[in-house]
C-alpha cells in the first residue's frame, strides 16, 4: 500500500479564495483523521470520521472550515473563505480499529495564505 | 478531557549520548499511549504504543518508553543517540471513550557532533 496520500503538497492561495486539500487514506481503514499544525499550537485535531461518518468536528476552528468524506476512499478538507491565520500544515491520518492501532500519517499539505 | 504535555520544547544531547524525552498525560481511565517521530517535512511516524501488559515497551529505531501510571508518564528513552535522530518527538494519547488522539506539542531533538 502507498499510504495515507495527500494533495497538493504546498498551496499557495491568497486571502479570501477557496482551498481544497484532499487525502485519500490506506485501504481498509475505517478512521480518518485532519489535523492542523502549527508552531503556535501543535498538532491540532479538527475532526475525525469513523465508516465515512463525522464522528467529532469540534477541532473546527470556524464555519469556514468544512470536511467530507464522499466514500471510503477519499477526504476533503475545505476553507472558505481563506485567512492568513489558516497558514499550517494540515495532516490527514487514518487507522484501523482505532482504539487499538495507530494512526498512519500522510505527508501533510503546507498551506500559506497571503 | 485528556491531555499530553511535554515539557521540554528543545532538547540537545551529544552524539552517542543517552536520551529521555518526558511525557506526562492527564487521562481518567488506563490510555492507550504513542510516541511518532517526525523529520522536517515529513508525517509522523510512530515510533512504540503501549496498550496493556509490559509497561517497558521496545519500538523502532532503538527506541522504547516506560508506563508509570504512578506518575502519568510515558518517557521515551534511547540509550545512545545517532546524529540521524534529530527531529520532532511526539507524545500521544488515545481514549478508550472516544476515539480522539491528542498530541502534545512535540519536542525537538537536536544532536551534537
Known amino acids: 500500500d502507498a499510504g495515507v496520500i495527500q494533495s497538493p503538497r504546498h498551496e499557495v492561495t491568497e486571502m479570501g479564495q477557496e482551498v481544497t486539500l484532499r487525502c485519500k487514506p490506506i485501504?481498509?481503514?475505517?478512521?480518518l483523521f485532519w489535523y492542523r499544525q502549527t508552531m503556535m499550537r501543535g498538532l491540532e485535531l479538527l475532526i475525525y470520521?469513523?465508516?465515512?461518518?463525522?464522528?467529532?468536528d469540534s477541532g473546527m476552528p470556524e464555519d469556514r472550515f468544512s470536511a467530507k468524506m464522499p466514500n471510503a476512499s477519499f477526504s476533503t478538507l475545505k476553507i472558505q473563505p481563506s485567512e492568513p491565520r489558516d497558514s499550517a500544515v494540515y495532516f490527514c491520518?487514518?487507522?484501523?480499529?482505532?482504539?487499538?492501532?495507530?494512526?498512519?500519517f500522510g505527508q501533510g499539505t503546507r498551506l500559506t495564505v497571503v | 478531557a485528556q491531555s499530553v504535555t511535554q515539557p521540554d520544547i528543545h532538547i540537545t544531547v551529544s552524539e552517542g549520548a543517552s536520551l529521555e524525552l518526558r511525557c506526562n498525560y492527564s487521562?481518567?481511565?488506563?490510555?492507550?499511549l504513542f510516541w511518532y517521530v517526525q523529520s522536517p517535512g515529513q508525517g509522523l511516524q510512530l515510533l512504540l504504543k503501549?496498550?496493556?501488559?509490559?509497561?517497558l515497551v521496545q519500538g523502532i529505531k532503538g527506541f522504547e518508553a516506560e508506563f508509570k501510571r504512578s506518575q502519568s508518564s510515558f518517557n521515551l528513552r534511547k540509550p545512545s543517540v545517532h546524529w540521524s535522530d534529530a527531529a520532532e518527538y511526539f507524545c500521544?494519547?488515545?481514549?478508550?471513550?472516544?476515539?480522539?488522539?491528542?498530541f502534545g506539542k512535540g519536542t525537538r531533538l537536536h544532536i551534537l557532533p
Open positions: 491520518a487514518s487507522s484501523l480499529k482505532r482504539r487499538r492501532t495507530e494512526a498512519f
Open positions: 485501504s481498509g481503514h475505517d478512521y
Open positions: 470520521f469513523n465508516n465515512n461518518v463525522p464522528i467529532d
Open positions: 487521562y481518567g481511565a488506563t490510555p492507550y
Open positions: 503501549y496498550f496493556s501488559g509490559d509497561t
Open positions: 500521544a494519547v488515545a481514549s478508550n471513550r472516544d476515539d480522539k488522539i491528542i
